[in-house]
């Protein structure tokens, strides 16, 4: 069975340069990520491979799940671990052709009929959102809320990673929900200690899911 994290950090050096894609692996992973999630929407694309490779290198050494966002010739370039891909990027059914049957592929949705389209086209999970407003993705759609949330967890089999506006005050009600996890971009990227800001998200995590213990 694939392994499907619960905390997923994206790394993103758009939002802010101070840190690096590596450093921020290297930073979230210290704070208890365990899926680190690739995402840069332009440049070079050697460049991108390039800093894929090294982020891949970084994720098998501690045993976390390394995925790239959007890119599907990053993710067969590097061998990485899954791809996520939007509604409007390379098609799940052929991405699961190309890639194979043992390589994650995670579907973004922001509405119940977007999330039955992922289960129908064979996504492994589903990232939901925005949860909560976000001001980290310049086409995210309208907020919604915990209850359609809850309601995609009802009707979808997949775990269902909730995204937009999660922060350690709010990982609680997400998970409440029924979430199977979080993914953050600026929760992490964009804070001036993302190892700190990982670890209030991983202690979180661990309280909603086990009432105390670790996730």
Do not use: W
């Not at 010739?73 to 059914?93: C, E, N, R, S």
């Not at 979808?156 to 409440?176: F, H, K, Q, W, Y």
Request: charge should be negative; include cysteine; proline fraction near 4%.
């Amino acid at each position: 069975m694939k392994r499907i994290g619960r905390l997923h950090v994206l790394t993103d050096v758009v939002l802010q340069s101070r840190f690096s894609h590596e450093e921020l692996t290297r930073l979230a992973m210290a704070g208890g990520a365990d899926t680190i999630q690739f995402r840069q929407k332009t440049g070079s694309t050697r460049a991108m491979i390039e800093a894929a490779q090294r982020m891949r290198r970084l994720c098998e050494k501690e045993g976390v799940t390394f995925i790239v966002n959007d890119r599907i010739d990053v993710a067969m370039a590097v061998k990485a671990h899954g791809v996520h891909l939007g509604q409007d990027d390379f098609p799940i059914p052929l991405a699961r052709e190309i890639l194979g049957p043992k390589v994650v592929i995670g579907g973004s949705a922001a509405t119940m009929d977007e999330a039955r389209i992922c289960l129908a086209e064979g996504a492994d999970y589903i990232g939901f959102g925005p949860v909560f407003p976000t001001a980290s993705k310049d086409d995210a759609g309208p907020v919604s809320g915990l209850e359609i949330l809850e309601e995609v967890v009802r009707a979808i089999p997949l775990p269902v990673i909730a995204i937009g506006g999660v922060s350690a005050e709010n990982t609680g009600d997400v998970m409440r929900a029924g979430a199977h996890g979080i993914a953050v971009i600026s929760a992490v990227c964009c804070q001036s200690d993302p190892e700190g800001a990982t670890r209030a998200l991983y202690n979180a995590l661990g309280e909603a899911v086990t009432g105390g213990a670790d996730a």
